[in-house]
């Protein structure tokens, strides 16, 4: 049986990862730092048949004590701080777990097991002011906010390791990936979910900063297969995971609203408290070497993204009532 670590496990990819790889076969390690509460919402499906361990991407000698206890084949690096503002008002820790952090892990890699495939969380936002449209692996990089740079730092590191100590280290460039388990902050399930509250008569508003931003959305599901793509290939290298498609918010917007039986432009606020210093306008990505070399192909549209994200938080309101943290 392989047996492959995640970290980052409690996040929206960590969970997808996790059940697709123990539908694979796989026994599956999920490291979780330690917090007063803990936060297993999105693991706790399946969370007896993973083994949960605490190790925390500031700390190395945690990273160094899990891969020589549990032996992994694949170490699958998702933890992060993920929040493009977040990354404005916290640049230094953003930086300690989102850059350094990949390097704690790669050392930790480097010290007990050479052998360990590795694939490293990169990101979109590293093209930020975007050099070329679509965007591919050899589009330079020009990051916009302090998470983008720390991912560009991420990026270089992982090829480093890779060309200094001969590691099977990818970095997969993906593009945004939603699902029904986003973060309520990020903006596609802010929209779903403030428009499956509205459509039950919990909120009437929803605030939004800059509608004009375009993203290439698809579904998170889909983008875990490629991150376990990579690692089974036979030699390791960097890979854009994209839908090559791109929507602005206002057409999330639209969408959803619309998917609701509700007119967006009757409770869209725009509210200048939402946009951010410097701002990534345009994203789109061209994952053709991906569908070339690894055989990926993105299976959820758009429109159905939307449609499954706003049915499962009127599903989930109407099941368990609104106990929704106000965030974001
Ligand atoms: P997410 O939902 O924000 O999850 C982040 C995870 O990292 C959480 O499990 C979090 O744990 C953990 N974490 C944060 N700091 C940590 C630390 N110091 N030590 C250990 N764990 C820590 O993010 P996601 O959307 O699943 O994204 C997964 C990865 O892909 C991230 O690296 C993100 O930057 C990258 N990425 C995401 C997208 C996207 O569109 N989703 C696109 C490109 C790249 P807690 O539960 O304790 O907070
Ligand atoms: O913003 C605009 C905002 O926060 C998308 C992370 O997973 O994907 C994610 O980063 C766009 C931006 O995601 C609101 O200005 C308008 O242009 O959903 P987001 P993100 O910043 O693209 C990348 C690939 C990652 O790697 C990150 O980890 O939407 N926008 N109004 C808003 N955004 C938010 N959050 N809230 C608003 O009210």
């Known amino acids: 049986m392989p047996k492959a670590l995640i970290t980052g496990i409690t996040g ?19 490291m979780v730092r330690r917090t ?15 083994a949960v361990v605490q190790g925390d991407l500031l700390d190395q000698v945690s990273l160094i004590n899990i891969l020589h206890e549990h032996r992994p084949q694949e170490v699958y690096n998702l933890a992060a701080q993920s ?23 790669l050392d930790a890699i480097r010290t007990v097991d ?20 679509p965007q591919r692996e050899t589009t330079p990089f020009h990051p916009r906010s302090p998470y983008g740079v720390a991912k560009v730092y991420g990026h270089w590191i992982t090829i480093n ?17 939603e699902s029904p388990r986003r973060g309520l902050e990020f903006v596609t399930r802010k929209i779903t979910h403030t ?34 793509r990579m690692l089974q290939h036979d030699r390791p290298d960097d890979y854009v995971i994209a839908t090559g498609e791109t929507h602005s918010v206002r057409e999330f ?24 210093p410097a701002e990534v306008d345009l994203l789109v990505g061209d994952a053709g070497k991906a569908a070339r070399v690894l055989g990926w192909k993105p299976a ?26 106000r965030v974001g």
């Open 12 to 30: 929206q990819d960590g969970s997808y990862l996790a059940e697709f790889l123990l539908d694979q076969g796989y026994e599956v390690v999920g």
């Open 195 to 228: 428009v499956a509250r509205i459509k039950l008569g919990l909120a009437e508003e929803l605030r939004l900063g800059n509608l004009d931003a375009r993203r290439d959305w698809g579904f998170a599901p889909d983008y875990v297969r490629g991150m376990w």
């Open 114 to 133: 050479r052998s360990i495939r590795f694939y490293q969380a990169s990101s979109s936002e590293m093209f930020g002011k975007v050099h070329e449209v």
């Open 36 to 50: 007063s509460t803990v936060n297993f919402d999105r693991i706790r499906q399946f969370q007896d048949r993973i």
């Open 253 to 276: 917007c639209q969408e959803a609203f619309g998917h609701a039986g509700l007119d967006w432009e009757k409770h869209v606020v725009a509210d200048p408290r939402y946009f951010r």
């Open 161 to 177: 390791y890779r060309e200094s100590y001969d590691l099977f280290a990818c970095s997969g460039i993906l593009f945004n990936h």
């Open 300 to 325: 959820v549209t758009f429109r159905d993204l939307v449609r499954i994200m706003v049915d499962a938080d009127l599903a989930a309101l109407r099941q368990g009532g609104d106990h929704t943290p």
């Open 83 to 105: 929040f493009v503002p977040t990354s404005f008002e916290q640049p230094v820790l953003t930086g300690e777990f989102t850059a350094l952090g990949v390097t704690r892990m």
